[in-house]
């Protein structure tokens, strides 16, 4: 099969960087010009390899353009995720220094937040996580003389590591996270805010290493400093296929390019799918590349969508200096009777409304004027299938997807209350996006040599919903395989492609038996 795309026809600069990429030879050849793609680009020109990026859009566009920007190292029940999400976050923060924080990373920290016992007891299991236990553990605090407060400048990298005193995990960063149970402990934190969240909640579980940036900024920095070390781009083009050697090995990319009939050959030892939605497509191209090894089982990937609305919040209700705030408890939306009865009798995804609703709706304060609010909540569009070659624009639930996740976070914060009318209708002005998160069914990242494809196909995708905070070490990750440098011990082997040639692996994932990467 192809990948071939409509392009308009190249200008005359675009030729002359097609014809020079004809003419030249590259240690790699990246697929996706996403946020995974620029970073494997990166990684892979700052260790010295000559690099080709290649996809047939914008760099940085598509679903890499529509995140919540945001990042942590907060991943309870994955000691690999939790180790990789460490180096990413000392990646970030290392790009960070080097562009004197163009890309604006701060620490507000995640807030997780619940009212009810069940959620109190699920926030104590990070107590004895064995992967926040490698990075600094978990502190508990149980009444209000801890004297601790939230602060919304909280430093970072090497100033976070002489504020914590040397202690703790991560190059003494202090702990991965602290617990504050009963309303007293979390009020004496809160404190320093203004009040604006619900007064019941009696468990607030902050997770320490984390906040948000500009992630296009950071991705342009990325790219430039590629650019720097020498690494090109050929932007409109698609990989259509792979040339192979008698032996298997890559030894050619052939590229579809806007007004040319035929496939641009540009030699080269290594192709990387980087292709995010779409690397199961990508995918099955390589696995139908020609050579020893070639086929293999599909890879199970999954696209999901992703929404987010952008409220303007003229209400105030939120602090612009708060943190991400995440309600853990499960909610049953404020509906009449009548309304409740009329969602039942539609059924289908509207029957599922009028019922306890999963948690895990958050929000955090949107840079910029007026003041505004992203939110989100996953559950919304948990029903909504994506094929596997998925659309270019998500299908979104729009402003349904915004006012039942305005309903929902006013549990958390009362105050967004106010822009419900008496009738429960949304009178807030609200935008939505949206696009897809490519994952596993184990949730965690494929990074690696391509499980069935010929030698010199590699694989950095399934970020899920953490590709912008993952795409550091990821891109490094992919970076070793390709360049043959040592391999992390901690999470490398943990997510090569081929696990899921395993039959056994499979079972073990569906049965439950094997651990799932923590997703809000």
Not at 28 to 51: F, M, N, Q, T, W
Not at 107 to 122: K, P, T
Not at 157 to 179: C, H, S, V, Y
Request: with cysteine; net charge negative; aromatic share 6%.
């Amino acid at each position: 099969s192809t990948m071939r795309a409509s392009f308009p026809p190249l200008s005359r600069g675009a030729r002359t960087l097609a014809s020079e990429a004809g003419r030249r030879s590259y240690d790699a050849v990246v697929c996706g010009a996403g946020i995974a793609g620029v970073s494997c680009a990166h990684y892979l020109a700052r260790s010295g390899a000559s690099v080709l990026l290649v996809d047939s859009r914008p760099p940085l566009s598509h679903t890499s353009s529509l995140s919540t920007e945001c990042y942590r190292n907060f991943f309870p029940g994955s000691v690999p995720l939790t180790a990789f999400m460490q180096r990413s976050v000392d990646l970030l923060e290392a790009r960070a220094a080097e562009c004197d924080n163009a890309f604006g990373l701060n620490r507000r920290g995640y807030w997780f937040l619940s009212a009810s016992e069940e959620g109190a007891a699920q926030h104590a299991l990070a107590l004895s996580d064995p992967g926040l236990a490698s990075c600094g553990g978990v502190s508990h605090f149980s009444d209000a003389s801890h004297g601790l407060r939230y602060r919304h400048d909280a430093p970072t990298g090497a100033a976070a590591a002489a504020a914590a005193g040397g202690g703790g995990g991560g190059g003494g960063d202090g702990p991965a996270a602290m617990l504050f149970s009963g309303r007293e402990a979390v009020q004496a934190y809160v404190g320093s805010l203004p009040p604006f969240l619900a007064a019941d909640a009696s468990s607030l579980l902050v997770a320490s290493r984390a906040g948000w940036m500009s992630a296009q900024q950071m991705g342009m920095e990325l790219l430039s400093k590629a650019r720097d070390a020498g690494a090109a781009t050929l932007i409109p083009s698609s990989l259509q296929g792979v040339r192979t050697a008698s032996d298997g090995q890559v030894e050619a990319a052939l590229l579809s390019v806007p007004g040319e009939s035929e496939p641009l050959e540009v030699r080269t030892g290594a192709v990387v799918n980087a292709a995010g939605p779409y690397a199961g497509v990508v995918d099955a191209l390589l696995r139908g590349g020609g050579g020893e090894g070639g086929g293999g089982r599909e890879l199970p990937l999954q696209n999901e969508v992703h929404a987010k609305a952008v409220l303007r919040d003229d209400l105030s209700a939120v602090p612009g200096d708060a943190p991400m705030v995440v309600w853990t408890d499960p909610v049953t939306l404020p509906w009449s009777e009548e309304e409740a009865e009329a969602l039942l009798e539609i059924g289908g995804f509207e029957a599922s409304l009028a019922g306890s609703l999963p948690g895990g709706f958050h929000l955090r304060p949107y840079p910029g004027k007026p003041h505004s609010l992203l939110m989100l909540w996953e559950a919304i569009h948990a029903d909504v299938a994506v094929p596997r070659e998925p659309p270019e624009e998500a299908e979104l639930r729009g402003s349904l997807f915004a006012e039942l996740t305005l309903r929902a976070l006013s549990r958390a914060v009362p105050a967004l209350g106010g822009y419900l009318g008496e009738d429960g209708s949304m009178t807030a002005n609200v935008s939505v996006d949206g696009g897809y998160y490519s994952k596993a069914p184990d949730n965690l990242p494929l990074i690696g040599p391509a499980a069935g494809g010929p030698r010199g196909a590699y694989m950095c995708a399934g970020l899920s919903g953490y590709g912008i905070m993952a795409a550091n070490a990821a891109g490094e990750l992919l970076a070793k395989h390709v360049t043959g440098a040592p391999l992390p011990e901690a999470y490398a082997a943990g997510f090569l492609p081929e696990r899921w040639e395993s039959e056994e692996y499979r079972r073990g994932v569906e049965s439950g038996a094997v651990g799932k990467g923590f997703q809000i």
